[in-house]
């Protein structure tokens, strides 16, 4: 199978009783990959490596792996919906009785709860949605996503999915981790654009009102994703002189998304962003990248005040990934990542950004 592919200057089987093959330099990004097709058909993967001068490529057998368990999925996926709805109830029925009389008049509060509680399962949903669609075009072994339902706060910390086998190249490393964070930013974006066309008109006698008995609260960008400034300044919604817009708890769920996009869109070890900079710059290069993105994290204040949100998220890490504080190498770590990723990757950077706020919970 491999002659039929490579030049093969020399085999060897090495003491671990793995059969390595030395190849001859070449292109072999779309050849390895027909070769891992191949070689799965009998149970069998590969890696290439450059060691030293060398191109060489080693065999062996697929792992046995567990067979999935969809329940576990299924039940985390219905405790994560009923933790979403208590705390959206939570936090719709904590709303001041003159708030809810100005902004929900014509409404009632059962609505207001349905519509958060989906808003905020929906991002986490069609961010889940955004990996699986990426996993099953570059038919990668990977479970269902494990939601994670939490009682208190937004209802949930997101999901994770559980990768079961490497990705054969850098460029499906990059989808990988490219494709979760767009899903989710943009359903982040729609949800953004309801609260905007759903917001009520308020009078400004009425908005000054309400701030001096502090129901009401102005905030700009840095505590505030830089998402929703941009549209706030660029009039998403026309306002009536003499109104002014004011978002309603609605926008809760555009922060929690632009929140979970830019976690995972930081260059770190497992995280989203940890796979788009290991397959853009290579396993050192990556090194550099987490550590700037841990920094990152320090100026924004994470570090110092939510420091218990990123020992939950490393210990999720731990439990679902076998190289936690290491960044997903692929089989082909050889080839580069192609020029259309390169000059999509610009695009996670603008995403990162545009998601970026101080914390302030």
Known sequence: ??????????????????PIFVVMEEPIKQKFQELLRDLGNHQLTARIQKVT??????????????????????????ATIASVTFASYTLVSAIDPRLAAAFFSGSNMEIQVVVLAVSLIGIVGIHELG???????????ATLPYFLPVPFGFGTFGALIS??????????LFDLGISGPIAGFVA????????????????????????????????????????????????????????????????????????????????????????IARATYGDRGHVVTALVGVYVLYLAGWLQKGYWVFALMLIGL???????????????????????RKVLYPLALAMLVLCFFFFTF
């Open 188 to 275: 982040t974006i729609t949800v953004a654009l309801f609260a905007y066309l759903t917001a009520p008109l308020l009078s400004e006698q009425q908005v000054l009102i309400l701030l001096r008995a502090n129901l009401l609260t102005s905030t700009t960008w840095p505590n505030e994703p830089l998402l929703l400034a941009l549209m706030t300044n660029l009039g998403v919604r026309v306002v009536p002189a003499g109104q002014i817009l004011v978002l309603t708890h609605v926008v809760l769920a555009v922060e929690f998304g632009a929140l979970i996009t830019f976690l995972n869109l930081l260059p770190v070890w497992q995280l989203d962003g940890g796979h």
């Open 163 to 172: 990768l079961r086998s490497p990705p054969g190249n850098r460029d499906q």
């Open 318 to 340: 731990m439990i679902f990934s076998r190289r936690p504080l290491q960044g997903l190498e692929p089989l082909d770590d050889v080839s580069p990542l192609s020029t259309s």
């Open 1 to 18: 199978m491999l002659e039929y592919r490579f030049t093969v200057k020399d085999a060897y089987v090495d003491i671990n009783g793995v």
């Open 131 to 141: 990996h699986l669609l990426a996993v099953r075009h570059h038919k990668m072994d």
């Open 53 to 78: 001068d060398k191109l060489i490529i080693s065999v062996f057998p697929k792992p046995v792996l567990n067979k999935p368990r969809p329940r576990i999925n299924l039940y985390l996926f219905l």
